[in-house]
Structure formats: C-alpha cells, structure tokens
C-alpha cells in the first residue's frame, strides 16, 4: 500500500502561482508512474500531468506552457508549478502512482482560481 499526500493548494488571483507537492509513503517511488489529476464539481477526473519513472512528461493541451511537472525521487515527492492560472483552472487536484497496473491515489487538494 502506498499513501500519497498532496498539498501546496490553496485560493489565487488569476495569473498567479502555485507549487503542488506529492510525497509518497514509499522507499520505491522511482519506480512508479505519477501523475496529477484534477476534478471540478460535476466534472470527471481528468489528466492534467504526468511523469514516468524515466522521466518523460506529458501535459493536457490545456495545461500547455503553463503547467510544469516534476519529481524528486530523492525525496519521495513529485511537484507541479502552476503558473498563469485561469478561473478554469479551479479544481480539487489529486496525485497518483501507477506500477505495474497496481495504482493508488492522494486525498486531494483545493485549488482556487479567482477572476
């Protein structure tokens, strides 16, 4: 079992910033596949970003040039940095680890874009 928790969330003037961060509870985090997914109110999850345990990077086309992501499998922990956020951009955002079709997911975190 692997338990991942988000934070770095929170409520931003549109163009703003923000750094999401994703630490996972395990001694193996390099091998896995994560990602970060959003979900607004009466909406799927959707993916926003994700990394592989090489390091290849894809991104949402919504997400495009704004959006970064990034781990540090030293620490345990994937990041996301948030940058020009639009009122669409307000989601609750979760993280996730996949491994061999095993995956696990985080609690969540709020992100609030003001306009």
């Known amino acids: 079992q692997v338990q991942l928790v988000e934070s770095g969330g929170g409520l931003v003037q549109a163009g703003g910033s923000l750094r999401l961060s994703c630490t996972a509870s395990?001694?193996?985090?390099?091998?896995?596949?994560m990602g970060w997914y959003c979900q607004a109110p009466g909406k799927q999850r959707d993916l926003v970003a994700g990394?592989?345990?090489?390091?290849?990077?894809n991104y949402a086309d919504s997400v495009k040039g704004r959006f970064t992501i990034s781990r540090d499998n030293a620490k345990n922990t994937m990041y996301l940095q948030m940058n020009s956020l639009k009122s669409e951009d307000t989601a609750v955002y979760y993280c996730?680890?996949?491994?061999?079709?095993?995956?696990?997911w985080g609690q969540g975190t709020q992100v609030t874009v003001s306009s």
């Open positions: 990394i592989t345990n090489g390091g290849i990077t």
């Open positions: 395990t001694s193996r985090f390099s091998i896995y596949t």
């Open positions: 996730r680890a996949d491994f061999m079709g095993r995956y696990y």
